[in-house]
């Protein structure tokens, strides 16, 4: 009933508040013999961390692994994998004074009205602290993804507030703060996030998610399609309010001679759908976005109500990130890996003795 679980045959459950003395997940499932140690997780969790840069929440935290179970001598072993990070920088001073009130668009109403108790330290578990343990929990699955079907997943931001790239290069996306595309245009996303960070305001973002060499076959219809489930797992990374897949909303203005993705000998000739069709993955690169919502945690005052109902001005101080959007690349990504290996074993275990049909072509 209490969902802090995800996946079928690779579950990932995680636990643990922003201000508690750690955070930490299980991940079950994953087949025994891939190896695993703690330093495999440092490069995508500082890639997610807070305080790296000025643009971001300057909370900072060593996010060091433990690995409690699940690895002996360096392998998996098929038992549940037990990973912790504790938490060693909160300042739940920062809070004092939402311990009466609600912050307009943040989950401290929904939670206090559900639960009729809430953490208000840095939001509990509504706090977005929490992904980290998404992102460790990916990275199992983006290593064992890579070994065992060469399948890479990688993201980068594409949108922040009006701001698009102008150009688009792969090579670029690690080479800066914000995992953009286009280098020239850094020192633009600089002096707008500077700018925002001085009227005490947020934007919002969008990220964009790739997935190249997954095989024809994963997914499950009806009610597994692997779009629904990639669907179902970006939307619940915090702050998301809209996700597509291939070429999504646009796919309302589009003709059905357009938005077909022909197939020929030499492989499809578009990849409008996204990589996707009748819920089963087509061989095509797997192409996803997310929409996130401006950070509600800012420092323009703006009206709440107490607990007892009354009218409040709210202003939130504290160390925020004017936009989540920025560190949602690494979030966004473990989720796809963690969706597509559940899929990976899946499809293993229900179709793995199906011959290969027409010559692949994608
Ligand atoms: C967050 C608020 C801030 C961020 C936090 C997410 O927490 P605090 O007020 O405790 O500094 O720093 O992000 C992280 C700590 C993290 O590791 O991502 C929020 O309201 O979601």
Redesign the pocket.
């Known amino acids: 009933m209490s969902s802090n679980t995800f996946g079928k045959l690779l579950s990932v459950t995680t636990f643990g508040e ?2 508690g003395p750690a955070i930490g997940c299980v991940v079950d499932g994953c087949p025994p013999g891939l190896a695993l140690a703690p330093e495999d997780f440092a490069q995508d969790l500082a890639r ?3 305080g790296r840069t000025r643009h971001t ?1 300057q ?1 900072r ?1 060593a ?1 060091v692994v433990e690995i409690l179970s699940g690895v002996y001598q360096g392998l998996t072993t098929g038992t549940p994998i037990a990973l912790l990070i504790r938490n060693t920088d ?2 739940s001073r ?2 004092d004074d939402l311990l009466d009130t609600f912050r307009p668009a943040h989950a401290d109403y929904t939670y206090w009205h559900k639960y009729g108790i809430r953490d208000p ?3 509990g578990r ?4 929490e ?2 343990m998404r992102v460790a929990a990916g990275v199992i699955a983006r290593k064992w993804l890579a070994e065992h079907h060469g399948v890479r997943v990688r993201g980068c931001l594409t949108q922040l507030g009006g701001i698009t790239p102008r150009v688009f290069d792969w090579n670029a996306v690690e080479d800066n703060a914000f995992f953009w595309p286009d280098v020239a245009q850094v020192p633009e996303l600089e002096a707008t996030m500077d700018a925002l960070r001085k009227a005490g305001d947020s934007v919002g973002a969008r990220v964009e998610v790739i997935a190249e060499g997954v095989p024809p076959g994963w997914g499950e219809p009806i009610y597994g399609k692997l779009d629904a489930e990639l669907a179902a797992a970006l939307m619940g990374i ?1 702050a998301v309010k809209g996700v597509e897949i291939g070429d999504g909303f646009a796919s309302v203005a589009q003709h059905g001679s357009q938005h077909r993705d022909e197939l020929t000998p030499q492989g499809f000739a578009s990849n409008h759908a996204g990589g996707i069709l009748g819920g089963i993955s087509s061989g095509q690169s797997i192409r996803c976005a997310i929409a996130l919502k401006p950070t509600s ?1 800012i420092r323009i005052p703006g009206r709440s109500v107490n607990l007892r109902g009354e009218p409040v001005q709210v202003v939130t101080t ?4 004017p936009c ?1 959007g920025i ?1 949602a690349t690494p979030i966004a990504e473990a989720m796809v890996a963690l969706v597509l290996m559940d899929h990976a074993l899946r499809h293993r275990a229900q179709c793995g003795d199906v011959p290969p049909q027409t010559p692949r072509i994608a």
């Open positions: 922003s201000h997610r961390a807070t929440s909370r935290e996010d909160a300042r920062d809070y330290r840095g939001g509504s706090s977005a602290r992904t980290t915090n945690s504290g160390r925020h990130d989540v560190r």
